[in-house]
């Protein structure tokens, strides 16, 4: 077993883990390549959070097993969340599979790979609430910009949510941990850290015993070489004052803001077991609006859940009309078995799905104004690469994050360096992204 696929799915926090699994493959001395069928193992490091997520893990388990039948693969592994929750039907219901891997066993990845053999087949499940393995990490992300993960796990406990049975109870991570990865980023050439965890809002209470995030990213922000910190997934009712002031006076901090609101109607809410209100939403946001001018807001949102009828799907289209949030992910309900809200009455996924384009609809809209706006402006973009079929150099600004909000598009009379930033002007839209040029490097 020289040469070795990792084919990571889902979201940022599971691409660390991926990340974290190449590092300690590389070190054992395996090759690692994107190609599958240039390799002898294939390691598919799954979602399941959603029925979506579920049907491409095991679109990429089965395109995985039928390289094994051509003889290209010798090993199977499948790694994350899916195998942590289905671990009994997986090994029954798919031969191919040659090791199981649960998400408190990453740091085994090496030990299951050695193992791994289709009369052993076996299955590495550590304790899903043990504190976080400080790993290295290959970085797949980039260039330019890497997710640091500050937390593991959950504690909200959703009612339509399967993240504390799959990852555990919520364990933040040591600061100084965090810190010393973040000065190694920076050192290989990040200049984008992007904070991530299940929910960053709570970080620092079950080991400091209060929330810490706003100190966490004061922190963060005066690490030489850092010059952007995006802050995702702030659930909306831990939005304090101090973290609103870090935001704002902070000028490494972005002002662009990720936080989930699901939905806004209050008994929706209370009976899917959300912290807080959509009356705080309501106050929130033009709080935010106020005191950090120019913040763009990114959420997401989930038509279909248990208790919404007309009335409150209409509630939510009438606030996300008013609201004109810049950016959403829009998700149909998906009941998930063994959480609270799967026995519960809800619409069917027809309908649920077409509320969620009902929703797309109202946000392309506001989408469209938002572009407008920005047309003549001068901003700083951290440039990606160049995009052939373009034809143009694409990057993001402060108000993109990576794969959700797509692309600004540029031409350069002198040779763009991925990774570094420009000062880009925007002209006009490209197919729903933004294009323009750039006018002067930005040291």
């Known amino acids: ?59 990429n388990i089965l395109a995985m097993g039928g390289l094994k039948k051509t003889g290209k693969l010798q090993k199977l592994i499948v790694a994350g969340c899916l195998a942590q929750r289905y671990k009994d039907e997986l090994l029954r219901e798919m031969p191919e599979i040659d090791a199981l891997l649960g998400t408190g066993s990453v740091s085994e990845i090496v030990n299951v790979l050695k193992e791994a053999r289709p009369e052993k087949k076996p299955q590495y499940y550590g304790d899903i609430n043990a504190p976080l393995d400080e790993a290295g990490r290959v970085v797949s992300t980039g260039p330019g910009w890497a997710y640091i993960k500050i937390a593991e796990g959950c504690s909200n406990n959703c009612a339509y949510c399967v993240i504390p049975s799959i990852r555990g109870k919520y364990r933040s991570r040591p600061m100084e941990n965090i810190l010393s990865e973040a000065v190694a980023l920076a050192g290989t050439g990040v200049r984008e850290l992007i904070v991530v965890a299940q929910d960053p809002t709570m970080y620092g209470v ?11 990213t004061r922190e963060l922000a005066k690490i030489d070489g850092i010059e952007w910190i995006r802050l995702h997934y702030l659930y909306p009712d831990a939005v304090d004052d101090e973290l609103i002031d870090t935001i704002a006076n902070e000028p490494k901090v972005l002002k662009y803001l990720d936080i989930p609101i699901q939905h806004v109607n209050n008994g929706i809410l209370k009976l899917m077991r959300r912290r807080g209100t959509g009356d705080g939403i ?22 279909g859940l248990p ?116 000062d880009v002007i925007i002209r006009g839209d490209l197919d729903g992204d933004l294009a323009g040029e750039v006018v002067a490097e930005h040291a």
Request: hydrophobic residues 40%.
């Open 1 to 59: 077993m020289s040469k070795v696929c990792l084919i990571s799915l889902g979201c940022a926090k599971n691409l660390i883990d991926s990340e974290q699994m190449l590092s300690l493959l590389d070190d054992a001395g395996y090759e690692l390549t994107d190609d599958p069928e240039e390799a002898d193992a294939a390691i598919v490091n799954t979602c399941a959070f959603i029925e979506s997520a579920k049907s491409e893990a095991i679109e």
């Open 206 to 216: 079950d080991l400091y015993r209060k929330r810490r995030l706003a100190e966490l």
């Open 282 to 303: 309501r106050a929130l946001l033009p709080k935010l609006r106020e005191r950090i001018p120019g913040v763009v807001l990114r959420t997401s949102l989930i038509t």
């Open 307 to 422: 208790g919404e009828g007309e009335a409150e799907f209409e509630e939510l289209c009438s606030f996300l009309r008013e609201a004109r949030i810049e950016r959403a992910g829009v998700f149909p309900f998906s009941p998930e078995e063994g959480t609270p809200a799967f026995d519960m009455p809800h619409v069917d996924t027809d309908e649920a799905v077409r509320r969620a384009e009902l929703i797309q609809e109202i946000q392309a809209g506001i989408m469209e104004d938002f572009n407008a706006s920005r047309v003549g402006a001068t901003v700083r973009v951290l440039c990606e690469g160049f995009d052939e079929e373009v034809g143009l150099y694409m990057g993001r600004s402060f108000a993109e994050s990576p794969d959700v909000d797509g692309y600004i598009y540029f031409g350069s009379p002198d040779e763009c360096v991925p990774g570094e930033f420009y």
